[in-house]
Antibody, heavy 117, light 110 residues
């Protein structure tokens, strides 16, 4: 089964850090670009950033709202992508999804990040 | 990068066809054929329905189709069914090498 599973969410104070993981199975992870998308409660989807595959030199790109604070990486040997979030703000509170458009499109189930004191 | 523009809501009766529009600019929808559509039921993760403007994953019903004209992409759902009631989001690649989503459209099946 083609699958993405996020983990690592939780409660963190403003200014803190958190690292999310996105574990892939059932498809050739190394060849796929991985996106991170978030959704605040009752709101729409917001693209956070992506990391491309090795053939594209693992290029990354970020939304303006997180650039300089968030970093996306991947470990193809572990079929896992990561989202390192630093200097967290209350407005970063959301469900975070990882996603790929490849292989018919795969979304994870999401992991909740709450930034609050 | 501003969000793509979608109608807040659309509705239709079972069996009818509806169209959801997604308007961008000459820096995203108008210049790239990398427009996707995602369906999201309440409390669930989104699901990819259309990619690269008009391509449909094999698991998605052929009642769903996509098109593009100028800066506006469209999702067409024919033979509307109760299970199609959900939120729909478009997304596009941009000239800044980023992606952007639309604000979402709530589809109601009457």
């Amino acid at each position: 089964e083609v699958q993405l599973v996020e983990s690592g969410g939780g409660l963190v104070q403003p200014g803190g850090s958190l690292k999310l993981s996105c574990a892939a199975s059932g498809f050739t992870f190394s060849g796929s670009a991985i996106h991170w998308v978030r959704q605040a409660s009752g709101k729409g989807l917001e693209w956070v950033g992506h990391i491309r595959s090795k053939v594209h030199t693992y290029a990354t790109a970020y939304a303006a709202s997180v650039k300089g604070r968030f970093t996306i990486s991947r470990d193809d040997s572990k079929n896992t992508a990561y989202l390192q979030m630093n200097s967290l703000k209350t407005e970063d509170t959301a469900v975070y999804y990882c996603q790929t458009i490849d292989y018919g499109g795969v979304w994870g189930q999401g992991t909740l990040v709450t930034v609050s004191s | 990068q501003s969000a793509l523009t979608q109608p807040a809501s659309v509705s239709g009766s079972p069996g009818q066809s509806i169209t959801i529009s997604c308007t961008g600019t000459s820096s995203d929808v108008g210049v790239y054929n990398y427009v996707s559509w995602h369906q999201q039921h309440p409390g669930k993760a989104p699901k990819l329905m259309i990619y690269d403007v008009r391509n449909r994953p094999s698991r998605v019903s052929n009642r769903f189709s996509g098109s593009k004209s100028g800066n506006t992409a469209s999702l067409i759902i024919s033979g509307l069914q109760a299970e199609d009631e959900a939120d729909y989001y478009c997304s596009s690649y941009t000239s800044s090498s980023t992606w952007v989503f639309g604000g979402g459209t709530k589809l109601t099946v009457l």
